[in-house]
């Protein structure tokens, strides 16, 4: 993706619209990665990101396509969904469809500018720092990074020859995060028929887009 970005020019409007504007972005997978301020088991140089969320994600975390699965999360914020609806919320696990998919390895400190210390470490890539221009862009920056779902121990899948040696060490994995108004996925949402995420997304937009208000610019 972001090879093609890159040939495509872009990156820097994608990182404008994501940093600078701070515009709503929604990342899944690949995505996830590019919203990522740092991004490991990676070349040097070997994958370009955008930013806008401070965290180090895991590339390919769960190995080759094979290793694809399913797994039931439980999504807490979900249950906002039904203030729109004026239902009772639907609490039922939602289904994760992961493919070859990274996971969120770290939270890491808010940082107005590039992430340093990520830098420094091995097969490590890390985003360059964009100035936000509008009020509520710099406010968005300055918003801790959310978790906002994981991957319960008990839906972990690994092949049967290293599935006792595996387990724990993916117990817990992040698998959805959100910081401000930019948010990324592990999984696929789009792959499914269940549309929750995408009706509480569109809440978010709906609200995010009433803050901008002020600043008198668009908010997607």
């Not at 370009?48 to 694809?68: A, C, K, M, P, Y």
């Not at 999360?73 to 493919?99: H, M, R, Y």
């Not at 509520?136 to 006792?164: F, H, T, W, Y």
């Amino acid at each position: 993706m972001s090879l093609v970005a890159a040939r495509s020019q872009l990156l820097e409007p994608l990182r404008d619209f994501v940093k600078v504007h701070r515009k709503l972005t929604w990342g899944t997978c690949a995505g996830l990665i590019l919203l990522a301020e740092s991004a490991n088991r990676t070349k040097k140089g070997g994958q370009d990101l955008i930013g806008g969320l401070d965290v180090r994600v895991n590339r390919n975390h769960f190995g080759r396509q094979t290793e694809s699965f399913e797994a039931n999360l439980d999504l807490p914020f979900l249950s906002e969904t039904a203030d729109l609806q004026d239902v009772q919320p639907d609490i039922s696990p939602f289904k994760g469809v992961f493919i070859r998919a990274p996971i969120v390895e770290r939270l890491l400190p808010l940082a107005r500018n590039e992430q340093l210390e990520e830098a420094a470490k091995a097969e490590t890539v890390i985003a360059p720092s964009r100035t936000p221009v509008a009020n509520v862009a710099r406010e968005m920056l300055n918003q801790p990074v959310e978790i906002m779902g994981r991957l319960p121990s008990c839906e972990l899948k690994s092949s049967e020859k290293d599935q006792a040696s595996t387990t724990t060490e993916r117990s817990g994995d992040i698998v959805a995060v959100r910081q401000g108004n930019v948010f990324g996925t592990s999984f696929h949402p789009e792959l499914t028929q269940d549309a929750r995420i995408h009706v509480w997304w569109l809440q978010q937009v709906e609200t995010l887009c009433e803050m901008r208000k002020p600043d008198s610019t668009s908010c997607t």
